[in-house]
């Protein structure tokens, strides 16, 4: 049984914070990539940052220097530290899991959401 469960969404103001955790189940975490994507209504999901097994972050142009990635594999949750958010990164934010061995066998696993409004 393979889960994946969102925290930490809510309401804030523009330029306020938010943090979002991942906690996963089933699964030997530390063995997983793992991504934030952002959807909103009408629109498709979308890439926000990811984080590598080894712990190596990328991130997409728009939230660069404001949001940050990371992991802790004891805890078997990744997470999402939100800063300066703009109205328009308002949305469903999803955690995603994601396994490979050599590119044969694969696995992704999504958790449920997590909403998030930016609005004065």
Known sequence: ?????ESGGGSVQPGGSLRLSC??????FSRYAMGWYRQAPGKQRELVAH????G???YADSVKGRF????????NSGYLQM?????????????????S??????????GQGAQVTVSS
């Open 51 to 54: 984080i590598t097994r080894g």
């Open 23 to 28: 906690a996963a189940s089933g699964i030997v």
């Open 68 to 75: 940050t990635i990371s992991r802790d594999n004891a805890k």
């Open 1 to 5: 049984q393979v889960q994946l469960t």
């Open 101 to 110: 061995d050599n590119g044969y066998y694969e696995r992704d696993c999504w």
């Open 83 to 99: 800063n300066s958010l703009k109205p328009e990164e308002a949305g469903v934010y999803f955690c995603k899991a994601s396994y």
């Open 56 to 58: 190596d972050s990328n």
